[in-house]
């Protein structure tokens, strides 16, 4: 999880790295810590140690993860060949090592050898039938050739093995969302906040899920959700505008038959005055646009 | 940092003076000849005084402290790592490929 702290940090060290001030090993173990996809810039100042003789060694053990961290951003920045070299390096000093070895394919995927790729990583599970490193990249190389159901298939047989892996599920959840498969969405969000239930960020999906499905019950659960994302995770302005979107959908539906609680009532006009709390201070041009999306909300 | 630093010498001075006193009070009960029974009370007092000094000293010189209440806003939640084990490499970026002159040497 990426705190608003830590991302002040990162922020700063990568101003200082790019204007020459130092601080570019702090910076990649940060990235690398906070496992943030910033890839070219990995690449361009991984490169700038890995290729100065001095400030690697003073690296000690250290030098090898950064070789690797390296080679996977430059085969996300489509740079093969600077990949290839750093594996190179990395296979001299660990012959035979499966990590190594997972990296080799890692670079058949990035160049687009499908079935090579798949068969190297075949391989690699048969010597490991658990690792899985090896099989989540094969869910992610079926949804990279555009096969969502295999990707699926496949995720959730890693799933019932390893159930305990909250990135795959939010992974799943999140294919799930892109075909629009939103019931079997909420489940995955279900295991989700069981597995971290102090994420607010999963509470907040969850919730957007169940607003998208609708129904009176979906809302109601949604709203909880909404404020639940509130309550754990301090400001938020999307959860602020789902409790105002939930109680206008739910008021829309429940009309004629109005027995709302005021408990109800009471939340839904202090998220609007949180709203404009938060608009006044942040954005106070677009306060008049905020006051007339409330109104149309009848709130 | 100032004002923590301040009491900090505060504190190690009034040590320091309590040690001194002691080493007095023992060089006087030599020359009396009484059995050492225990540190005179205003000792204890300037050890205690100092202590507390000290402690303060500190907690309040090297630095601020973090919160770790979940709820501040600096320890808020803002976004979920990356999935990297899911990454995918044929994405949009490859059709902008960076410069080319980077290279391993």
């Known amino acids: ?299 | 940092m100032g004002a923590g630093f301040l009491v900090g010498v505060i504190g190690v001075l009034i040590l320091s003076h309590a040690t001194y006193s002691t080493i007095q009070y023992r060089a006087l009960l030599k020359i009396t000849e009484e059995e050492f029974s225990g540190p005179p009370i205003d000792v204890v007092i300037e050890l205690i005084i100092s202590l507390v000094l000290c402690l303060w000293a500190a907690m309040a010189a090297p630095g601020k402290f973090k919160s770790i209440h979940p709820q501040s806003e600096e320890n808020r939640v803002i976004a979920l790592p990356a999935n990297l084990d899911f990454m995918i490499f044929n994405h949009r970026g490859k059709i902008f490929p960076l410069e080319t002159e980077l290279k391993l040497k």
Request: aromatic fraction near 8%; hydrophobic fraction near 40%; charge should be neutral.
């Open chain 1, 1 to 299: 999880m990426v705190t608003r702290r830590e991302e002040e940090e990162v922020n700063r060290l990568e101003n200082q790295v790019e204007n020459g001030g130092g601080g570019v090993w702090e910076y990649l173990c940060l990235v690398h810590k906070l496992k943030l996809r910033r890839s070219d810039m990995v690449l361009k100042h991984g490169l700038s140690i890995l290729n100065d003789k001095k400030k690697r060694s003073a690296l000690g053990p250290e030098e090898w993860t950064l070789y690797e961290q390296v080679a996977v951003a430059a085969m996300d920045c489509q740079s093969n060949d600077a990949a290839k070299d750093c594996i190179k390096v990395l296979q001299r000093k660990f012959p035979g090592s499966k990590r190594v070895g997972r990296l080799e394919a890692m670079l058949l995927e990035a160049r687009g050898l499908w079935s090579e790729a798949e068969n190297a990583y075949s391989s690699l599970l048969e010597e490991n039938p658990f690792d899985q490193v090896v099989h989540k990249r094969r869910v992610a190389m079926a949804k990279a050739q555009g096969n969502t159901s295999a990707a699926i298939d496949w995720l959730n047989k890693y799933l019932d093995l390893f159930m305990a892996d909250h990135e795959a599920w939010r992974e799943l959840a999140e294919i799930y969302v892109s075909l629009q498969m939103y019931k079997q969405a909420v489940f995955c969000y279900e295991e989700l906040i069981l597995s971290q239930p102090t994420v607010p960020l999963h509470h907040l999906a969850y919730a957007d899920v169940l607003y998208t499905l609708g129904g009176l019950e979906n809302l109601q659960t949604a709203k909880k959700y909404y404020a639940s994302t509130i309550d754990s995770g301090g400001k938020s302005t999307r959860a602020l505008f789902g409790i105002c979107l939930c109680t206008s959908a739910i008021g829309q539906l429940t009309k004629g038959r109005n027995k709302e609680d005021k408990d109800s009532l009471e939340l839904q006009s202090l998220s609007a005055m949180a709203l404009e709390k938060d608009y006044k201070q942040r954005a106070p041009s677009k306060v008049s646009v905020l006051s007339s999306t409330l109104r149309s909300l009848k709130i």
